[in-house]
Protein backbone atom coordinates (compact mmCIF):
# COMPACT_ATOMS: atom_id res chain seq x y z
CA UNK A 1 0.00 0.00 0.00
CA UNK A 2 1.75 3.22 -1.09
CA UNK A 3 -0.10 5.31 1.88
CA UNK A 4 1.04 8.98 1.66
CA UNK A 5 4.62 8.56 0.80
CA UNK A 6 5.51 9.72 -2.74
CA UNK A 7 7.68 7.05 -5.09
CA UNK A 8 11.07 8.66 -5.88
CA UNK A 9 13.12 7.06 -8.68
CA UNK A 10 16.58 7.26 -8.19
CA UNK A 11 19.15 6.52 -10.39
CA UNK A 12 22.95 5.32 -9.61
CA UNK A 13 21.53 5.17 -6.01
CA UNK A 14 24.79 2.57 -5.71
CA UNK A 15 27.14 5.45 -6.45
CA UNK A 16 28.83 8.05 -4.15
CA UNK A 17 26.36 10.72 -4.10
CA UNK A 18 23.55 8.39 -4.94
CA UNK A 19 23.83 6.02 -2.17
CA UNK A 20 23.61 8.82 0.29
CA UNK A 21 20.31 10.25 -1.20
CA UNK A 22 18.74 6.54 -1.11
CA UNK A 23 20.15 6.59 2.79
CA UNK A 24 18.44 10.34 3.39
CA UNK A 25 15.61 10.06 1.17
CA UNK A 26 14.89 6.24 3.07
CA UNK A 27 15.51 8.14 6.48
CA UNK A 28 12.86 11.40 6.33
CA UNK A 29 10.01 8.33 6.18
CA UNK A 30 8.62 11.06 3.73
CA UNK A 31 9.52 8.65 0.26
CA UNK A 32 9.10 5.17 -0.84
CA UNK A 33 12.71 5.03 -2.83
CA UNK A 34 13.15 2.76 -6.50
CA UNK A 35 17.48 2.42 -7.09
CA UNK A 36 17.99 1.69 -10.40
CA UNK A 37 21.41 0.75 -10.89
CA UNK A 38 23.57 -0.84 -13.40
CA UNK A 39 26.21 -1.73 -11.04
CA UNK A 40 29.42 -0.45 -12.85
CA UNK A 41 32.66 -0.82 -11.44
CA UNK A 42 31.73 2.61 -9.24
CA UNK A 43 28.62 1.19 -8.17
CA UNK A 44 28.53 -0.99 -4.76
CA UNK A 45 25.61 -2.30 -3.05
CA UNK A 46 27.16 -2.32 0.15
CA UNK A 47 27.18 1.35 0.44
CA UNK A 48 23.45 0.91 1.19
CA UNK A 49 23.69 -1.52 3.96
CA UNK A 50 21.93 0.67 6.19
CA UNK A 51 19.14 -0.33 4.02
CA UNK A 52 18.85 -3.73 4.48
CA UNK A 53 15.60 -4.76 4.99
CA UNK A 54 14.25 -1.52 4.94
CA UNK A 55 10.07 -1.84 4.17
CA UNK A 56 10.28 1.15 1.72
CA UNK A 57 13.51 0.54 -0.44
CA UNK A 58 13.89 -1.71 -3.39
CA UNK A 59 16.84 -2.18 -5.76
CA UNK A 60 16.48 -3.08 -9.58
CA UNK A 61 19.94 -3.68 -11.34
CA UNK A 62 19.16 -2.13 -15.12
CA UNK A 63 21.06 0.09 -17.99
CA UNK A 64 19.30 3.46 -17.83
CA UNK A 65 19.91 3.03 -21.51
CA UNK A 66 17.36 0.23 -21.53
CA UNK A 67 14.62 2.02 -22.54
CA UNK A 68 12.38 -0.98 -22.04
CA UNK A 69 13.62 -2.06 -18.57
CA UNK A 70 13.22 1.50 -17.15
CA UNK A 71 10.03 2.20 -18.75
CA UNK A 72 9.00 -1.07 -16.49
CA UNK A 73 10.36 -0.37 -13.68
CA UNK A 74 8.24 3.24 -14.08
CA UNK A 75 5.27 1.79 -14.45
CA UNK A 76 5.80 -1.38 -12.33
CA UNK A 77 6.60 1.17 -9.56
CA UNK A 78 4.05 3.66 -10.30
CA UNK A 79 6.86 5.86 -9.84
CA UNK A 80 6.19 10.05 -8.51
CA UNK A 81 9.50 11.34 -8.91
CA UNK A 82 12.78 10.54 -10.60
CA UNK A 83 16.01 12.19 -9.25
CA UNK A 84 18.95 10.83 -12.10
CA UNK A 85 22.15 10.61 -10.65
CA UNK A 86 23.52 7.70 -12.85
CA UNK A 87 26.43 8.92 -14.61
CA UNK A 88 30.31 8.13 -15.94
CA UNK A 89 31.65 10.52 -13.50
CA UNK A 90 35.38 10.09 -13.18
CA UNK A 91 37.07 13.09 -15.23
CA UNK A 92 40.73 11.27 -15.75
CA UNK A 93 38.24 8.30 -16.70
CA UNK A 94 36.94 10.42 -19.05
CA UNK A 95 40.26 11.01 -20.78
CA UNK A 96 40.93 7.30 -21.46
CA UNK A 97 37.96 6.52 -22.87
CA UNK A 98 35.32 9.11 -23.47
CA UNK A 99 32.97 6.75 -25.45
CA UNK A 100 31.56 5.27 -22.00
CA UNK A 101 30.77 9.03 -21.38
CA UNK A 102 28.76 9.86 -24.17
CA UNK A 103 26.72 6.37 -24.05
CA UNK A 104 25.46 6.74 -20.18
CA UNK A 105 25.80 10.39 -19.89
CA UNK A 106 24.50 11.50 -22.99
CA UNK A 107 22.05 8.76 -24.53
CA UNK A 108 21.28 7.23 -22.14
CA UNK A 109 19.68 10.24 -20.24
CA UNK A 110 17.61 11.24 -23.36
CA UNK A 111 17.04 7.56 -22.58
CA UNK A 112 15.64 7.95 -19.40
CA UNK A 113 13.73 11.50 -20.37
CA UNK A 114 12.13 9.57 -23.15
CA UNK A 115 10.68 6.96 -20.88
CA UNK A 116 9.95 9.08 -18.20
CA UNK A 117 7.90 11.62 -21.00
CA UNK A 118 5.77 8.61 -21.72
CA UNK A 119 5.57 7.64 -17.95
CA UNK A 120 4.33 11.16 -17.23
CA UNK A 121 1.76 11.56 -19.89
CA UNK A 122 -0.06 7.89 -18.83
CA UNK A 123 -0.35 9.74 -14.90
CA UNK A 124 -3.63 11.69 -13.95
CA UNK A 125 -4.01 15.26 -14.14
CA UNK A 126 -2.90 15.92 -10.55
CA UNK A 127 0.00 13.51 -10.37
CA UNK A 128 1.49 15.19 -13.63
CA UNK A 129 1.24 18.14 -11.52
CA UNK A 130 3.11 16.99 -9.06
CA UNK A 131 5.90 15.02 -11.39
CA UNK A 132 9.46 16.21 -11.21
CA UNK A 133 12.36 15.08 -13.78
CA UNK A 134 15.89 15.95 -11.33
CA UNK A 135 18.11 16.33 -13.10
CA UNK A 136 21.75 15.97 -10.95
CA UNK A 137 24.50 17.32 -12.57
CA UNK A 138 28.03 19.25 -11.80
CA UNK A 139 29.71 22.84 -11.93
CA UNK A 140 32.15 21.39 -13.97
CA UNK A 141 29.85 22.09 -17.30
CA UNK A 142 30.24 25.97 -16.46
CA UNK A 143 34.45 25.20 -17.82
CA UNK A 144 36.90 27.27 -15.24
CA UNK A 145 37.60 30.45 -13.64
CA UNK A 146 40.72 32.25 -13.06
CA UNK A 147 42.49 31.72 -9.59
CA UNK A 148 41.75 35.51 -8.47
CA UNK A 149 38.22 36.21 -9.39
CA UNK A 150 34.61 35.26 -10.50
CA UNK A 151 31.98 32.58 -9.57
CA UNK A 152 29.34 30.19 -10.94
CA UNK A 153 25.92 31.71 -11.28
CA UNK A 154 22.95 29.78 -12.90
CA UNK A 155 23.45 32.31 -15.58
CA UNK A 156 27.01 31.31 -16.07
CA UNK A 157 27.63 30.15 -19.64
CA UNK A 158 28.60 26.69 -20.48
CA UNK A 159 31.83 25.86 -21.24
CA UNK A 160 32.68 22.35 -20.41
CA UNK A 161 36.45 21.23 -21.27
CA UNK A 162 36.14 17.40 -20.14
CA UNK A 163 34.90 14.80 -22.17
CA UNK A 164 33.02 14.16 -18.52
CA UNK A 165 32.25 17.98 -18.11
CA UNK A 166 31.09 18.05 -22.09
CA UNK A 167 29.21 15.20 -21.78
CA UNK A 168 26.77 16.29 -18.52
CA UNK A 169 26.82 19.86 -20.34
CA UNK A 170 24.86 18.17 -23.29
CA UNK A 171 22.73 15.71 -20.60
CA UNK A 172 21.72 19.39 -19.08
CA UNK A 173 20.36 20.51 -22.49
CA UNK A 174 18.78 17.88 -23.15
CA UNK A 175 16.87 17.48 -19.98
CA UNK A 176 15.51 21.19 -20.65
CA UNK A 177 14.92 20.67 -24.28
CA UNK A 178 12.44 18.16 -23.20
CA UNK A 179 10.97 20.38 -20.91
CA UNK A 180 10.82 22.89 -23.70
CA UNK A 181 9.74 21.06 -26.65
CA UNK A 182 7.32 18.19 -24.67
CA UNK A 183 6.49 20.20 -21.06
CA UNK A 184 8.54 17.36 -18.69
CA UNK A 185 8.41 19.29 -15.35
CA UNK A 186 12.10 19.17 -14.92
CA UNK A 187 14.68 20.46 -12.14
CA UNK A 188 18.07 20.75 -12.42
CA UNK A 189 21.04 21.34 -9.84
CA UNK A 190 24.67 21.86 -10.53
CA UNK A 191 26.81 20.90 -7.71
CA UNK A 192 30.35 21.40 -6.68
CA UNK A 193 32.76 18.24 -5.61
CA UNK A 194 31.57 16.36 -3.09
CA UNK A 195 33.40 14.38 -0.77
CA UNK A 196 32.37 11.99 2.33
CA UNK A 197 31.75 8.08 2.81
CA UNK A 198 31.41 6.00 0.51
CA UNK A 199 33.90 7.85 -1.78
CA UNK A 200 35.51 5.49 -4.55
CA UNK A 201 38.83 5.63 -3.91
CA UNK A 202 40.20 6.55 -7.29
CA UNK A 203 38.78 10.46 -6.41
CA UNK A 204 41.12 13.02 -4.43
CA UNK A 205 40.23 12.83 -1.15
CA UNK A 206 39.46 8.98 -0.79
CA UNK A 207 42.03 8.11 -2.99
CA UNK A 208 44.86 10.09 -0.67
CA UNK A 209 43.06 9.47 2.71
CA UNK A 210 43.87 5.60 1.62
CA UNK A 211 47.34 6.22 0.13
CA UNK A 212 48.68 7.66 3.56
CA UNK A 213 47.08 4.61 5.36
CA UNK A 214 49.10 2.59 2.81
CA UNK A 215 52.28 4.28 3.18
CA UNK A 216 51.79 4.75 -0.24
CA UNK A 217 52.51 8.10 -2.19
CA UNK A 218 49.91 10.85 -2.17
CA UNK A 219 49.57 12.12 -6.33
CA UNK A 220 48.92 15.52 -6.87
CA UNK A 221 48.81 16.83 -10.28
CA UNK A 222 51.16 19.84 -11.49
CA UNK A 223 51.84 22.34 -8.49
CA UNK A 224 48.61 21.16 -6.54
CA UNK A 225 47.60 24.60 -7.23
CA UNK A 226 44.00 24.08 -8.70
CA UNK A 227 41.16 24.90 -6.67
CA UNK A 228 38.21 22.81 -6.20
CA UNK A 229 35.08 24.39 -3.94
CA UNK A 230 34.02 21.42 -1.46
CA UNK A 231 30.52 20.39 -0.20
CA UNK A 232 29.97 17.05 1.79
CA UNK A 233 27.96 14.49 0.86
CA UNK A 234 24.77 14.60 3.30
CA UNK A 235 24.57 18.45 2.74
CA UNK A 236 24.17 17.54 -0.96
CA UNK A 237 21.59 15.04 -0.32
CA UNK A 238 19.75 17.45 1.77
CA UNK A 239 20.17 19.99 -1.06
CA UNK A 240 18.85 17.74 -3.79
CA UNK A 241 15.75 16.95 -1.59
CA UNK A 242 15.22 20.61 -1.46
CA UNK A 243 15.82 21.11 -5.20
CA UNK A 244 13.74 18.29 -6.42
CA UNK A 245 10.03 19.12 -3.99
CA UNK A 246 10.83 22.98 -3.28
CA UNK A 247 12.31 23.61 -6.76
CA UNK A 248 10.57 25.73 -9.28
CA UNK A 249 10.22 24.10 -12.84
CA UNK A 250 12.19 24.46 -15.93
CA UNK A 251 15.09 26.11 -13.37
CA UNK A 252 18.42 24.77 -12.38
CA UNK A 253 20.12 25.81 -8.94
CA UNK A 254 23.69 26.24 -7.87
CA UNK A 255 24.84 23.85 -5.10
CA UNK A 256 28.13 24.46 -3.02
CA UNK A 257 29.49 24.61 0.26
CA UNK A 258 31.83 28.21 -0.15
CA UNK A 259 34.39 26.14 0.84
CA UNK A 260 37.30 26.56 -1.65
CA UNK A 261 39.97 24.89 -1.11
CA UNK A 262 43.76 24.15 -3.10
CA UNK A 263 44.35 20.79 -4.06
CA UNK A 264 47.36 20.74 -2.02
CA UNK A 265 45.81 22.84 1.10
CA UNK A 266 42.90 19.13 0.94
CA UNK A 267 46.06 17.00 0.67
CA UNK A 268 47.76 19.01 3.72
CA UNK A 269 44.91 18.61 5.66
CA UNK A 270 44.22 15.14 5.17
CA UNK A 271 47.75 14.01 6.11
CA UNK A 272 47.18 16.74 9.27
CA UNK A 273 44.22 14.96 10.77
CA UNK A 274 46.36 11.32 10.00
CA UNK A 275 49.14 12.32 11.93
CA UNK A 276 47.06 12.99 14.70
CA UNK A 277 44.71 10.28 14.33
CA UNK A 278 47.07 7.31 13.32
CA UNK A 279 50.66 8.51 13.24
CA UNK A 280 52.91 6.89 11.05
CA UNK A 281 54.58 3.62 12.49
CA UNK A 282 58.33 5.05 11.38
CA UNK A 283 58.06 8.35 12.22
CA UNK A 284 57.72 11.51 10.26
CA UNK A 285 54.36 13.32 8.24
CA UNK A 286 52.61 11.74 6.17
CA UNK A 287 53.06 14.82 4.45
CA UNK A 288 56.43 13.21 3.55
CA UNK A 289 54.56 10.93 1.62
CA UNK A 290 53.41 13.77 -1.41
CA UNK A 291 54.31 13.59 -4.84
CA UNK A 292 53.96 16.13 -7.25
CA UNK A 293 53.08 14.03 -10.70
CA UNK A 294 52.74 15.23 -14.28
CA UNK A 295 49.19 17.81 -14.72
CA UNK A 296 45.84 16.21 -16.10
CA UNK A 297 45.61 17.43 -19.88
CA UNK A 298 43.07 20.27 -19.51
CA UNK A 299 43.24 20.30 -16.23
CA UNK A 300 40.63 23.17 -15.24
CA UNK A 301 41.97 25.26 -12.46
CA UNK A 302 39.81 26.87 -10.42
CA UNK A 303 35.59 25.86 -9.28
CA UNK A 304 33.77 28.23 -6.99
CA UNK A 305 30.29 28.24 -6.65
CA UNK A 306 27.59 30.68 -5.79
CA UNK A 307 25.15 29.05 -4.22
CA UNK A 308 22.59 32.40 -3.27
CA UNK A 309 19.91 30.95 -5.06
CA UNK A 310 19.39 27.76 -3.38
CA UNK A 311 20.02 29.42 -0.66
CA UNK A 312 17.61 32.26 -0.73
CA UNK A 313 15.09 30.01 -2.68
CA UNK A 314 15.23 26.28 -1.05
CA UNK A 315 15.99 27.40 2.34
CA UNK A 316 19.23 25.10 2.24
CA UNK A 317 22.92 25.80 4.08
CA UNK A 318 25.26 23.18 4.60
CA UNK A 319 25.29 21.54 8.24
CA UNK A 320 29.38 20.79 7.89
CA UNK A 321 32.09 22.93 7.04
CA UNK A 322 35.02 21.96 5.35
CA UNK A 323 36.92 21.01 8.35
CA UNK A 324 34.30 19.10 10.50
CA UNK A 325 33.48 17.37 6.70
CA UNK A 326 36.85 16.38 6.26
CA UNK A 327 37.19 14.80 9.78
CA UNK A 328 34.32 12.84 9.36
CA UNK A 329 35.78 11.57 6.32
CA UNK A 330 39.25 10.63 7.51
CA UNK A 331 37.28 8.69 10.42
CA UNK A 332 34.89 7.32 8.60
CA UNK A 333 37.96 5.38 6.31
CA UNK A 334 39.71 4.95 9.15
CA UNK A 335 36.94 2.76 10.54
CA UNK A 336 35.37 1.26 7.46
CA UNK A 337 38.75 -0.53 5.61
CA UNK A 338 35.87 -3.67 5.39
CA UNK A 339 33.99 -1.05 2.50
CA UNK A 340 37.39 0.25 0.55
CA UNK A 341 40.29 -1.97 0.97
CA UNK A 342 38.40 -4.66 -1.41
CA UNK A 343 38.11 -1.67 -4.18
CA UNK A 344 41.79 -1.30 -3.66
CA UNK A 345 42.43 -4.44 -4.59
CA UNK A 346 40.19 -4.55 -8.16
CA UNK A 347 43.51 -3.27 -11.09
CA UNK A 348 42.29 0.00 -12.48
CA UNK A 349 43.00 0.73 -15.99
CA UNK A 350 44.28 3.94 -17.35
CA UNK A 351 47.66 5.74 -16.47
CA UNK A 352 45.71 8.60 -14.54
CA UNK A 353 44.20 5.49 -12.52
CA UNK A 354 47.25 3.78 -10.82
CA UNK A 355 46.60 2.63 -6.85
CA UNK A 356 50.03 3.82 -6.46
CA UNK A 357 49.61 7.25 -7.51
CA UNK A 358 52.48 7.80 -9.44
CA UNK A 359 53.09 8.34 -13.02
P1 LIG B 1 29.56 7.55 -9.02
O1 LIG B 1 30.46 7.27 -10.18
O2 LIG B 1 30.05 7.29 -7.64
O3 LIG B 1 28.20 6.74 -9.20
C1 LIG B 1 27.54 6.62 -10.43
C2 LIG B 1 26.52 5.49 -10.30
O4 LIG B 1 25.84 5.40 -11.55
C3 LIG B 1 27.16 4.13 -10.03
O5 LIG B 1 26.45 3.46 -9.01
C4 LIG B 1 27.03 3.39 -11.36
O6 LIG B 1 26.89 1.98 -11.21
C5 LIG B 1 25.75 4.02 -11.93
N1 LIG B 1 25.70 3.96 -13.39
C6 LIG B 1 26.69 4.28 -14.28
N2 LIG B 1 26.26 4.06 -15.53
C7 LIG B 1 24.99 3.62 -15.44
C8 LIG B 1 23.99 3.25 -16.39
N3 LIG B 1 24.26 3.26 -17.71
N4 LIG B 1 22.76 2.85 -15.95
C9 LIG B 1 22.49 2.82 -14.63
N5 LIG B 1 23.39 3.12 -13.68
C10 LIG B 1 24.62 3.54 -14.08
O7 LIG B 1 29.13 9.09 -9.19
P2 LIG B 1 28.80 10.16 -8.07
O8 LIG B 1 30.05 10.84 -7.66
O9 LIG B 1 27.92 9.54 -7.04
O10 LIG B 1 27.95 11.21 -8.95
C11 LIG B 1 26.54 11.03 -9.10
C12 LIG B 1 26.01 12.13 -9.99
O11 LIG B 1 26.30 13.40 -9.41
C13 LIG B 1 26.63 12.15 -11.39
O12 LIG B 1 25.62 12.44 -12.30
C14 LIG B 1 27.65 13.25 -11.33
O13 LIG B 1 27.82 13.85 -12.58
C15 LIG B 1 26.99 14.21 -10.35
N6 LIG B 1 27.93 15.05 -9.56
C16 LIG B 1 28.97 14.48 -8.88
C17 LIG B 1 29.81 15.29 -8.11
C18 LIG B 1 30.95 14.70 -7.32
O14 LIG B 1 31.75 15.47 -6.73
N7 LIG B 1 31.08 13.38 -7.21
C19 LIG B 1 29.59 16.66 -8.04
C20 LIG B 1 28.50 17.20 -8.76
C21 LIG B 1 27.67 16.38 -9.50
P1 LIG C 1 38.80 14.54 -8.62
O1 LIG C 1 38.57 13.99 -7.26
O2 LIG C 1 39.16 13.59 -9.72
O3 LIG C 1 37.54 15.44 -9.00
P2 LIG C 1 37.33 16.46 -10.28
O4 LIG C 1 38.35 16.20 -11.30
O5 LIG C 1 35.95 16.09 -10.72
O6 LIG C 1 37.41 17.85 -9.69
O7 LIG C 1 39.98 15.61 -8.52
C1 LIG C 1 39.90 16.73 -7.65
C2 LIG C 1 41.11 17.58 -7.90
O8 LIG C 1 42.27 16.85 -7.46
C3 LIG C 1 41.37 17.89 -9.37
O9 LIG C 1 41.87 19.22 -9.46
C4 LIG C 1 42.42 16.88 -9.79
C5 LIG C 1 43.21 16.65 -8.53
N1 LIG C 1 43.77 15.31 -8.34
C6 LIG C 1 45.11 15.17 -7.95
O10 LIG C 1 45.84 16.16 -7.76
N2 LIG C 1 45.60 13.90 -7.76
C7 LIG C 1 44.81 12.79 -7.94
O11 LIG C 1 45.32 11.64 -7.79
C8 LIG C 1 43.45 12.95 -8.33
C9 LIG C 1 42.56 11.75 -8.54
C10 LIG C 1 42.97 14.23 -8.50
Redesign the pocket.
Known amino acids: MKQALQTVLV????????SAVCRHLAATGRYRVVN?????Y??NLASLHDLDGHPWYRFYR????DIDAVRHILQAEDVDLVMH??????VDRSIDGPMAFVT?NVL?TTSLLSAALDHWRSLSESRRKSFRFHH????EVFGDLPFDSGVFTEQSPYKPSSPYSAS?AASDHFVRAWHETYGLPVVLSN????YGPYH?PE?LIPLVIANALDERPLPVYGKGANVRDWLFVEDHARALEAVMTRGEVGESYNIGGRAERTNLEVVEAICALLDARRPRAGGGSHLDLINFVTDRPGHDRRYAIDPTKSEAELGWRPQETFETGLARTVDWYLENGWWWRPLREQRFDGSRLGLVGAR
Open positions: TGGAGFIGLDKLTAGADICLAAESHTGVSTDKCSNNFK
